[in-house]
């Protein structure tokens, strides 16, 4: 007979897994050894703590050295306690924003805390806002801390430097003399091009400055009229901006293939600024469809889609570009979305989740068996698109769901392979939320679950209850949780789905709380 577990343990599993500490009793709230195992895993957690807890020093020590925000929920007194404080903004420097007036005042613990994050100057005391020694600190590890220093150090060109060099768009909290000043911002957007939209002016409109833009060659936005219409400084920056800084520079200079080209070769949407006739020009779409990186890029920024229908047309140049990014099939003509060679290109560089070629594919090659298996290899979702014959194909459907890194295609398999053992089996091994899909004899089926759930612990969520009550099933389960490193989601959709009967296992809640504290140590 299973031991039946007490509401003490139920607690010591709820915390350890995620914040359920704030739904339980007072009587546990207050219970040192379910608190500890709380705040040891989640600092936070001990704002649900009894009054008599967040007031004892060792808990909040315990809380504030996994996460220094703990501060928040203790004591006046231990907000004013030294050695908390410095637990505290040693873990989060921001932490200080909770201290003691007395201890924001404290020149070591604000020093603790800038060390850890420059921006946590914020909270210092006014005098220390104006020590040299803390400021420094503070922009050396965050430029942005600056905005949080006295008047005076923010007009102290040395400190200026120092923040600059650390974070180049720190320029915006200077004085306007120091954004006037060509070191200070020569500086600043070598560190970040950014940095030029707080530049004075005059400065904008210095060559000098705006060609020290190292990245972020997009910044030519904020760079002079004068220099925006400069070939030598549009150059530069639209090497160093992906291309983006194209659309920054003058009608005349868009229309440069010197110009476009050097564009589009470092970011081929880039092609979308360029005027007609540039993107009527084979070289320059050629060049622009070979640099199309569609895993950074949103489809509908495709180089292709800004082309000509001419070109759109020409079969070199689809060839071209959806040997770069397969989805471009979307853009060509009915006639090359009929064309085998074309699609068997398409569908052999089509990623999911960044388009997907077969859905522009014509009809007769969605029902062409080569060019299927083709594409559901690459993309086993591909086979929402299939024709239902080759939805009903075993191969087809054995390619498709082996397909790792995308969601199960067993969705899209006909119903007699959805109720077959050997294709769910494959399908489960590869996704474990696969099982969703399958008929309930096969969620009922403990060879099936098992494969499953030793893949994934979300499958436990569509086995059958009978499973769900099943011990070996769910503790597989629970050791899949620990698969990808600690996940308290993971641990909670087990509790979610198990019966009641094994939620009140005693076997089983310890081996779920000596998952969680093994993972998590």
Not at 235 to 243: C, D, E, I, K, L
Not at 416 to 440: G, H, R, S
Request: a negative charge.
């Amino acid at each position: 007979m299973a031991k039946i577990i007490t509401e003490k343990e139920k607690a010591l599993l709820a915390v350890l897994c995620n914040d359920e500490l704030k739904h339980t009793t007072d009587e546990l709230k207050a219970d040192k050894e379910v608190v500890m195992a709380a705040v040891y895993y989640y600092g936070w957690a001990l704002e649900y703590a009894s009054e008599e807890l967040k007031a004892d020093k060792e808990f909040v020590m315990a809380a504030v050295l996994n996460d220094g925000w703990a501060l928040t929920y203790t004591t006046d007194e231990l907000k004013a306690d030294k050695e908390v404080v410095m637990a505290a903004v040693q873990t989060n420097g921001r932490a200080l924003m909770d201290a003691s007036d007395e201890l924001k005042a404290d020149k070591e613990v604000v020093m603790a805390a800038v060390k850890i994050d420059g921006t946590a100057l914020e909270y210092a005391s006014e005098e220390l806002k104006a020590d040299k020694e803390v400021v420094m600190a503070a922009v050396e590890n965050d430029g942005r801390a600056l905005d949080s220093a006295s008047d005076e150090l923010k007009a102290d060109k040395e400190f200026v430097m120092a923040a600059v060099q650390t974070n180049g768009t720190a320029l915006a909290y200077t004085t306007d003399e120091l954004k006037a000043d060509k070191e200070v911002v020569m500086a600043a957007v070598k560190n970040d091009g950014y940095a030029l939209m707080d530049a004075s002016d005059e400065l904008k409109a210095d060559k000098e400055v705006v060609m020290a833009v190292q990245n972020n060659g997009d910044a030519l936005e904020y760079a002079s009229d004068e220099l925006k219409a400069d070939k030598e400084v549009v150059m530069a920056a639209v090497q160093t901006s992906n291309g983006w800084a194209l659309e920054y520079t003058t009608d005349e200079l868009k229309a440069d293939k010197e110009v476009v080209m050097a564009a589009v070769k470092v970011w081929g949407p880039g092609l979308q600024y360029a005027p007609d006739e540039l993107k009527a020009d084979k070289e320059v779409v050629m060049a622009a469809v070979q640099n199309n990186n569609y895993k950074r890029i949103p489809k509908t920024n495709s180089a292709f889609e800004h082309t000509t229908d001419e070109l759109k047309a020409d079969k070199e140049v689809v060839m071209a570009a959806v040997q770069y990014y397969g989805a471009a099939l979307e853009y060509t003509t009915d006639e090359l979305k009929a064309d085998k060679e074309v699609v068997m290109a398409a569908v052999q560089n089509s990623v999911w989740p960044y388009g997907n070629a077969l859905a522009y594919a014509s009809d007769e090659l969605k029902a062409d068996k080569e060019v299927v298996m083709a594409a559901v290899k690459i993309d086993g979702t591909s086979l929402s698109f299939v024709s239902d014959e080759l939805r009903a194909d075993k191969e087809v459907v054995m390619a498709a769901v082996q397909c790792s890194d995308v969601p199960s295609a067993l969705a899209y398999a006909s119903d007699e392979l959805k109720a077959d053992k050997e294709v769910v089996m494959a399908a489960v091994q590869t996704n474990d939320t696969a099982l969703e899909y399958t008929t309930d004899e096969l969620k009922a089926d403990k060879e099936v679950v098992m494969a499953a759930v030793k893949n994934g612990v979300y499958a436990l969520e569509y086995a059958s209850d009978e499973l769900k009550a099943d011990k070996e099933v769910v503790m597989a389960a629970v050791k899949s949780c620990n698969r990808d490193g600690f996940n308290a989601n993971h641990f909670e959709s087990v509790l979610e789905h198990v019966s009641d009967e094994l939620k009140s296992d005693k076997e089983f809640v310890m081996a779920m709380v000596e998952n969680v504290m093994a993972v998590q140590d």
